[in-house]
């Protein structure tokens, strides 16, 4: 086997794991793929708007992908998965970590009381509509007793979350609580009440691989926002936390640009 056709080989295997990692199952086919003897330099099949126009996700193949999901032992207790709601084109994604008891019932994520405060943030602390943004957690099935999802729990999920990103390309993530921000950030051990209000980076390509191609101008950091769990909230609604969630929002706000009316 000579090196011409070896680096041909290797150039479709390593296309094909990229397509595998987007989810796409299937390559339609129109016509034959040619390699042109003539050529005088070195050939590799074409591959229709590789370069140009790579593959992109959607929420729908995602959640088809997620399917009846049964990855991790949560399955054996939730009545729906949670995949997530709101626009797929938002710039702005709350990210909490699990569905609780009403989010299971109705396959919705943040429909109960913590639901109803974060609705109260969005349209009236920001000044935006619930429906114009993008709303999921970490992961997709309610952990028992509304209990942390556990590390195994997360690590099954996770690549979804991180597609969900991919698909919607947010200007900025808020993370709701140190669950969704400890997944997001990579690290475990930090405390939301030092790093909330703080902006911080999450890099999409580094989450997602091959998702830019090279040449691309498109960033693929996008800015997120830790802040305090709708939850503790309701638990601890004191001026002080009130204010520090309202200057947490006006950070997004800014940086999204948005006029608050």
Known sequence: MNNELIEIIEGLKGYLSYLKMLGIKEIPVSQQLAVSSQQSEKSVPHIPNHESQPPTLSLEDIQNEIGDCRRCKLWHTRK??????????AELIFVGEGPGEDEDIQGLPFVGRAGQKLTEI???GMGLKRKDVYICNVVKCRPPGNREP???EVSTCKPFLEKQIAAIKPKVIVTLGRPATATLLNNRRITISRIRGIWHEYNLSASVPLL???GSTEST???LMPTYHPA???RNYTP???RQVYDDMK???KELGVIKK
């Open 80 to 89: 729906n998965i949670v995949v997530g709601s709101g626009n797929p084109k």
């Open 251 to 253: 950070k997004v706000i």
């Open 221 to 223: 950091i996008i800015k």
């Open 122 to 124: 969005i349209e009236k």
């Open 232 to 234: 503790y909230l309701l």
């Open 150 to 152: 556990e590390p195994d």
């Open 212 to 214: 830019q191609q090279e």
């Open 240 to 242: 002080e936390v009130r």
